[in-house]
Every structure is written in structure tokens, then in C-alpha cells.
């Protein structure tokens, strides 16, 4: 039930929200409003191409049509003045003429100069002039010019300057008042020098309707200009113009000046668009242009477009009304479609749009009929699933009960247990505050620790937040720490701690459990046992600086007795010596007998003072150990022997390779002390063997020296190392009994033992380890 | 041939007496000069005062090491320190072997070191070796 209810609330949620949103015109609208811009546009590109066809085409026409009046026409102005020009050169060679002017009589000619102007329609006025530009006679009988100057005029200058006949500038003709243009032809005297001027006004009046007359299209206007001097109007449909100047503005007036031909399209100084054709007249300073009015040569496109304009307006219409029709028809099933999926987003799953077209439409119909289908199956398994759900909620509140009595149980049980522990056990949080506490730290700070930062218990300076700083960043697990703290009764106590951090189920660190044993009593003894060495290291070091100096005394003492003792033994020794010579003659064989024992007796007791200096030596040596071949060493101490002793056959043994760590002079007076005494002991044997090897004993090496002499009784050993101590008599082995004493001292000195084993006349053997 | 003088630093009688019969017995005919304490070898190689120096420098000299007042081994230093005997030839003439004295006298310069033997005959031999080495065979360092 509860699921469905949020189903509709999420469904009226997505309603607002899209109704919320920003308005629009319906479907209906919008397809419509699309098909009529379309239909618009449509007919609007196509009636303005079509148009603006024909229309750049009917221009063409017209300009064509227009430059090619114009050039006729000034073929036509062209053919016309020439022959009018024929005419006036003809008649100034007539005879009667040119017999006249010779014989200075021209006034004679006025009439024929009547007659010639009234046949010649062409022209306004005839006259003569002599060479300085008087006017001798007129065709207008009596003009007031006569006897008059034109002197002035271009065509007078232009025909003196050049004796070739010359058409002169457009000019209101001072005799008759009307427009004209002279063309002055010479006349010329026997002798070939200008004698006259004849000049016939050529008409404009009449020259302009001439040209006018003909038909050049509607409207169409043709102007003639001479180009000469900024130019002026010598033709023009409207006779008034003539000897005016043509608008300045017209762009085909300026190309004429330039000497071009061409048909342009302008506006006119009132705006309105004109269509000229232009071309210069053969032959003459002249320039014809031919005007149409640019609507009078379209007027036909005009027409066009109007009737274009209305086709498109009635396809627009027929097209939005169909349109509307067919876009109603297409929306109706889509409205449906919105309106169900309306009610179903709103919960109700029983409603079907049931869309009868097999369009895409239809297809989307069918598929949302089968959408809502499904969404009413699985509301249906939602709701089943949802009571599944409350009743495994319910079973799975039971089993939570059960836990949680469980966890109270154990939880009880761990309680029981931290307080039974002698140690302190505390909880802290990052800021060092107590958090909990068992027992036994409630015991030892009081029942009010919990709430109170950790240092408020130290007992003086403690480096303890120092010390567990790792813990609380992270960067070590457990640290030991010792910190003196105040008992609740005020006891000043050193607490053992071991500091470890606490971690949240997100792995930070919220603080930490510190066990703490109280060690005051085991730190308190420490102490005293520590004090106590302190007090023995004193006295060590005392005996040892007393040692130091009884052994520098020692040293003093052997010096002396180095140097004392031998100096009066040396004297005695010299002498007797010297007594044994000076008075050897005096002397029995008794006395010098004595004397003898006096000097051996002297050199043995130097001996036994060197053999006192060394043993003194060795005991005060510094060890300098090196690897030492011992069997070569042996070699050299027992070949020194025999060289010593050549009569002695000795058997000699050596274990060849024997090496050890040493130093190598006390070694070597080691072993000469042992091989000397194996020498001197098997002195007696006719077959003396000397043997130097070594065994394994305890897997340690064992060095020993043999021999087969005359060994000694065991029952002495212990006196055998001793200083002074002999088994032997003197006279039978010379011998002082410091030997071995000096031996053993070198052996225990490398750290190493020395022991011997021997039978009365079977041997002897030294063992030693290094 | 003159014969240039052996100086012997000794203070024992006894010992100068062997020396003189060691030194005759190996037919050693420079004359022996004798001197008892260490202040007096000084004095006499330097001259001090009321001591006029030798005139000419012995061809050796024959130190012992324990001796009053000035000990041997400062004598020794102080004629290797002397411009003047810096090259004279000095054999160490001692009853003491031990180490210390060896190396300290090589140390400081002697040209020899002996220990002197207890043994008259081995001590003649030494005395003889010793006069034949430095007064015939060694080819002294030329001093003024």
C-alpha cells in the first residue's frame, strides 16, 4: 500500500513540473502555423526568381533596344548634316557666286542667297564675309548685320586659320534670332588666297524634328548634344531644351563627354529610373542618348508580379486550411496518448489507448498498451514483495532483540573482566580525556576521572603528549611511555604506560586505550641498583688507576733492575776475568777452578735476569695479532738449534700449514721456550724426536709440542707453569724455571689455555689453544 | 797517522775500567776520553763556561743511557741538535734491551745501539767489533 501511494506522489510531482514549465501553443497550432511558412516561403522565392528573371531580361531588351536607336540615330543626324553641308559647299562653287564675290559685288547675290535658304529647308540664313569677318550680304534682305564684324566667331577663325570649311559651335544667329549652327565654307581667289567666307545657319529647329520625328518606343525620349564645351542640347524631343545644357547628374551625358558609347540604367535628378542607350554621332563633336522610363520598359514584369502575388496568397490559403485538417487527424491519437499516459503515471494502470491505425502511432500506441500492462504486473509483484518484506522486517527485529541480549551478556562479561585486571586500563579521546575507566583506574585517580584531561594527573614536567603524539596521528600502533602521576590519596606514582590508538569502523582515529602498571617500587629499586653500580664503576676505576700505577712502578722497578743488576754482575764478571789473566801464573788449578765458578755462576745470573725482564715484559704487552704460519715458524726456531748443536741427531715433525691469529713476537718466544725445553729434554736419547701438530679437542683447535725425553713424574704438574719451579736438577738440565711460566703467560694472554701430559722417561707433550 | 779521540759517556767505574781493557785488548790505541755525567759531555762538546769546548770533535762517541744529571738520551738529542755535531757518530752503550730505549734512541738519531753483555769475553768482542767498525772501516762525516 504504502509503495503505491509514493508511486502517485512521484507521478503528481512530474505533472508540476512539467506544467510548470514554459507554455506553448497546442500541436494543432504549430503544424499548421509550420505548413503555412512553408507554403509561404515556398511561393515567395519562387515568384521573386521568376520575376527578377524576366525582369533582368526585359532591362536587357530595353538598354540593347535603346543603344541601338541611338546609333541609328546618329547615323540619321550624321547622313543629314553632310548633305546639308554638301549642299552649302556646292552652292558656294556655283559660278554665278564665286564670280560675284571675285568682282566684289556680292551685295548683287542677295537674292540668290534668298532663293537658296527658302529651297534649303535646312537652313535658317546665308551670308558672305570678306577675309577681316565684315558681313557683305545677307539672305534676309535688309538685316542690320551688314557691314557688322564677326570677326569674333570660331567658324570665321576656325575656316581663316585652317582654309578647310568648318561647322561652327550651336549659337543663337544674331541676324534671324533662331538656333543655328554655321558651317563656313572659303572662298578662294585665283590665286588660291581666301577671298570670302560664304556661311549657311544650319537650323536646330528643324535639324530636331528631323530626328525626333521617328517612333524609338513608349515614352522614349532621344537627346542630341554637341560635346564641345560642356556640352549643349542641338535635338531633344521638347524644343525648348535646345541650346540648354543637359543635367549634369545624367551618368550617360558624362560617358558621352568621355567619348564613350554603352546603355546604362540611372536615377534622374527627381529620382525616378531611366533606362539610356548613348553613342557618338561619325564624324561629328556630337552625342546621341535615347531615355526610356525604367517602368514603362518593365511594365509587363510589373504585371507579372501582381498576378504572382495573388497565386501565392491562394496556394498559402488552400494550404493552411488543408493543413489544419490533416494535422487534427494526425494529433488526435497523440492527445490520447498523452492523456493516458497522464492517468497511468497518475497510478491508474488499468487504462489502454487501444489506437486502431497500423502507422508508427499505432505501433507506439501498442507499445505503450503493453508498457502500462506490464506496469500493472509488477505494481502487482511491488505489493506482494512489500508484504514479503514487512514480515522479514518483523522476523529480523526479533533476531536484533536476541543479538542485543547476547552482546549485553558479553558485554557485562568484559566489564567484569577489566575490572578484575590489577592494571589501569583508560579510554581517551583525541583531546586527551578520560572517556572511561576500569576499576582499577577508578581506584587509582578517584571516581571523578572520567571528564578530566589526562595531564591534569602528571606529577611535574611530563613528555608524555610529546611521547603518544604517533598514536594519535597514526604513524605507530602502540607506544611505551612512563609519566609520573598523582594517586587519588596524593601519592606521586610512576605509571608504566602502552599507548594504543582507537579506530572508528571509517578506520580514524577517535582516541586511545592505555594500559597502565604502576612500577614507582620496580623504578625505585632500579634505581638503587643503579646507584650501587655507580659506586662499584668508582671503585673499579680507582683499583684500576692504583693498578696503573703499581704497574708504571713495576715498570720502573724492571728498568732499574734491567740496567742495575747487570752492570756489578758485568764487573764481576770482567774482573775475574781480569784476575784470571794477570794472575794466571800465581793460581792453582783449584783457584782457577774457583774463579771459573765465579764467572758462570755471574753469567747465570744474567741470564735469569733477562728471563725475569721478559716474563715482566709479556705480561705488560699489547697484543698485535696478524696471521702467523706456525709451522714455518717452528722450522726456524728448530734449524736455529740445530745449527746451535750440530752433534745432536733430532727427528723433527712438523704438521706443515698450521696457521692462527697471533702476535707474533710473544709466539715466537712461546714456542722457542717449548722447543727449547723438548730439545734440552731429550738430550739423553740416542733417538730424539721433536713432533709440532695440532688435534681437534672440544671443536677447538689444539697446538701441542712432543717429545720422547725424559718426560717428568705427573705428580708435579701443578708446579710445572710456576716461576722458579724446576722438576729437573741443575746439573743435570741447566735451567732457570721461568720458561714455562713465560709460556703460559703468552697463552693465557691470547685468551687460549695450556696444559702437558707426561710419564718419568717416556716424554712429555705441551698442549695450548689460542 | 793522528788518531782522533773516542769520548765515553759512562758513570759506572767499573764499566769505564772494562771499557779501557776491552779497548786495549783489541789493540785500540785512540786516546779514550772520559766523561761521568751527561751535563759533562754537554759541556765538553759545547763548552760551557769554565769548560772550554774540544777542540776537535771525537771520532765517536760511546753514550751509555742512565746517567746523573743529564741522561743519555738528552745528550743525544742535543748533539743532533747542535749544528755542530749534528753528523758525529754516537753508539748507544747500555746495560738496558728494552724496547723503549731502542726505539727512542734510533729515534733520536744514534748511529748504533748495543747492549752491553754481561759476559766480559762477549763484551771484549763487542768493544773490538764496535772499534774496528767506527774507527777503521766507517768513513767519518767530515767535521771540523
Known amino acids: 500500500m504504502s509503495i503505491n501511494h509514493n508511486k502517485r506522489r512521484t507521478a503528481r510531482n512530474w505533472l508540476t513540473v512539467f506544467k510548470s514549465g514554459p507554455q506553448r501553443l497546442p500541436l494543432v497550432l504549430q503544424l499548421v502555423g509550420l505548413i503555412i511558412v512553408v507554403a509561404l516561403l515556398t511561393g515567395s522565392v519562387v515568384g521573386y526568381v521568376l520575376t527578377n528573371t524576366s525582369r533582368n531580361a526585359l532591362r536587357q531588351d530595353a538598354l540593347e533596344a535603346n543603344l541601338a536607336h541611338a546609333q541609328l540615330a546618329a547615323q540619321f543626324a550624321s547622313n543629314y548634316i553632310t548633305a546639308v553641308q554638301a549642299h552649302i559647299r556646292v552652292f558656294a562653287s556655283r559660278p554665278d557666286v564665286h564670280q560675284a564675290v571675285l568682282a566684289n559685288t556680292p551685295e548683287k547675290l542677295q537674292p540668290t542667297l534668298a532663293q537658296f535658304v527658302e529651297i534649303q529647308t535646312a537652313l535658317t540664313g546665308s551670308a558672305i564675309y570678306d577675309v577681316k569677318g565684315i558681313q557683305l550680304v545677307h539672305s534676309t534682305a535688309g538685316v542690320t548685320t551688314i557691314g557688322q564684324s564677326f570677326a569674333d566667331r570660331d567658324y570665321y577663325q576656325q575656316v581663316m586659320a585652317t ?368 646507584n650501587m653500580n655507580t659506586v662499584l664503576e668508582e671503585r673499579v676505576r680507582g683499583r684500576t688507576a692504583a693498578l696503573q700505577a703499581a704497574n708504571n712502578e713495576l715498570e720502573s722497578f724492571s728498568y732499574s733492575v734491567s740496567h742495575d743488576l747487570r752492570a756489578p754482575l758485568r764487573g764481576i764478571d770482567g774482573w775475574s776475568q781480569a784476575l784470571m789473566e794477570e794472575a794466571d801464573a800465581k793460581l792453582n788449578a783449584t783457584e782457577k777452578q774457583y774463579l771459573k765458578r765465579v764467572r758462570s755462576e755471574t753469567q747465570r745470573l744474567g741470564e735469569l735476569i733477562e728471563a725475569l725482564l721478559q716474563l715482566a715484559r709479556i705480561s705488560r704487552a699489547q697484543l698485535n695479532k696478524q696471521t702467523l704460519n706456525l709451522s714455518v715458524l717452528t722450522e726456524k726456531i728448530l734449524g736455529g738449534l740445530k745449527e746451535k748443536y750440530p752433534d745432536r741427531n733430532v727427528a723433527i715433525l712438523i704438521q706443515p700449514g698450521l696457521t692462527a691469529d697471533a702476535d707474533a713476537t710473544l709466539l715466537e718466544v712461546a714456542l722457542t721456550n717449548l722447543l727449547d725445553n723438548a730439545w734440552k729434554f731429550s738430550g739423553t736419547r740416542e733417538h730424539a724426536r721433536i713432533e709440532f701438530g695440532t688435534l681437534e679437542q672440544d671443536q677447538k683447535r689444539v697446538y701441542y709440542v712432543r717429545d720422547n725425553g725424559v718426560g717428568f713424574d705427573m705428580h708435579y704438574i701443578d708446579k710445572l707453569f710456576g716461576a722458579f719451579q724446576r722438576l729437573h736438577k741443575t746439573a743435570e738440565f741447566p735451567g732457570h724455571g721461568i720458561g714455562l711460566a713465560t709460556v703460559q703467560r703468552i697463552v693465557h694472554l691470547h685468551g687460549g689455555s695450556i696444559w702437558a701430559e707426561a710419564q718419568v722417561n717416556s716424554g712429555a707433550t705441551f698442549y695450548f689453544t689460542l | 797517522m793522528e788518531h782522533k779521540a773516542i769520548l765515553l759517556v759512562e758513570d759506572n767505574p767499573s764499566d769505564i775500567d772494562l771499557t779501557r781493557r776491552a779497548l786495549s785488548k783489541s789493540h785500540v790505541v785512540n786516546e779514550l776520553q772520559v766523561v761521568e755525567d751527561g751535563q759533562e759531555a754537554v759541556n765538553i762538546l759545547f763548552g760551557n763556561g769554565n769548560t772550554p769546548a774540544l777542540k776537535e770533535l771525537p771520532a765517536v762517541v760511546l753514550l751509555d743511557l742512565k746517567l746523573p744529571r743529564v741522561d743519555g738520551l738528552e745528550v743525544l738529542r742535543r748533539i743532533r741538535a747542535h749544528e755542530r755535531t749534528k753528523l758525529l757518530p754516537v753508539v748507544i752503550l747500555t746495560s738496558s734491551k728494552a724496547e723503549q730505549d731502542v726505539i727512542q734512541s734510533y729515534q733520536l738519531g744514534a748511529n748504533s745501539y748495543i747492549q752491553k753483555p754481561v759476559d766480559f769475553n762477549q763484551f771484549v768482542e763487542a768493544i773490538k767489533n764496535l772499534g774496528l767498525y767506527w774507527l777503521v772501516l766507517n768513513e767519518p762525516p767530515p767535521l771540523k
Open chain 1, 163 to 530: 582654309r578647310q570649311p568648318y561647322l561652327g559651335a550651336p549659337t543663337l544667329s544674331r541676324a534671324t534670332g533662331s538656333a543655328t549652327m554655321a558651317y563656313a565654307v572659303p572662298i578662294f581667289d585665283d590665286s588660291g588666297q581666301i577671298h570670302s567666307i560664304l556661311t549657311g545657319g544650319i537650323s536646330l529647329a528643324a535639324f530636331s524634328s528631323a530626328i525626333t520625328s521617328v517612333d524609338y518606343g513608349k515614352e522614349t525620349r532621344i537627346t542630341m548634344i554637341d560635346t564641345r564645351a560642356g556640352g549643349s542640347i542641338i535635338a531633344d524631343n521638347n524644343p525648348e531644351l535646345l541650346l540648354t545644357q543637359p543635367s549634369a547628374n545624367n551618368p550617360a551625358v558624362q560617358q558621352l563627354l568621355a567619348d564613350k558609347s554603352g546603355s546604362i540604367e540611372f536615377a534622374d535628378d527627381a529620382g525616378s529610373a531611366k533606362l539610356v542607350g548613348f553613342t557618338a554621332v561619325p564624324g561629328f563633336p556630337w552625342g546621341v542618348l535615347v531615355t526610356t522610363p525604367q517602368n514603362v520598359a518593365l511594365a509587363t514584369v510589373n504585371t507579372l508580379n501582381q498576378q504572382a502575388g495573388l497565386y501565392t496568397s491562394v496556394i498559402v490559403l488552400c494550404a493552411a486550411l488543408f493543413g489544419a485538417l490533416w494535422m487534427i487527424g494526425l494529433t488526435r491519437p497523440i492527445i490520447r496518448l498523452r492523456d493516458t499516459s497522464l492517468k497511468v503515471a497518475a497510478g491508474d494502470f488499468s487504462q489502454r489507448v487501444r489506437l486502431k491505425q497500423r502507422d508508427e502511432i499505432g505501433e507506439l500506441g501498442l507499445a505503450f498498451d503493453h508498457m502500462a500492462q506490464e506496469l500493472s504486473d509488477k505494481d502487482t509483484i511491488l505489493r506482494s514483495h512489500a508484504l514479503d518484506l514487512e514480515k522479514r522486517i518483523s522476523e529480523r527485529t526479533v533476531e536484533l532483540k536476541e543479538a542485543q541480549v547476547h552482546l549485553q551478556t558479553l558485554f557485562n562479561h568484559q566489564e567484569t573482566i577489566l575490572a578484575a585486571v590489577p592494571d589501569i586500563i583508560m579510554e581517551v579521546d583525541n583531546n586527551k580525556v578520560y572517556t572511561w575507566a576500569n576499576q582499577a583506574g577508578l581506584d587509582f585517580f578517584g571516581d571523578d576521572v572520567v571528564g578530566r584531561e589526562a595531564s591534569y594527573y602528571f606529577e611535574g614536567e611530563q613528555e608524555t603528549y610529546q611521547a603518544v603524539k604517533p598514536v594519535f596521528n597514526g604513524t605507530a600502533g602502540t607506544i611505551y611511555v612512563e609519566s609520573w602521576q598523582r594517586r587519588k590519596d596524593g601519592q606521586k606514582r610512576l605509571l608504566a604506560w602502552y599507548c594504543r590508538s582507537l579506530h572508528d569502523s571509517e578506520g580514524k582515529i577517535f582516541g586511545a586505550l592505555s594500559a597502565a602498571t604502576d612500577i614507582t617500587e620496580r623504578k625505585l629499586a632500579e634505581e638503587e641498583v643503579h
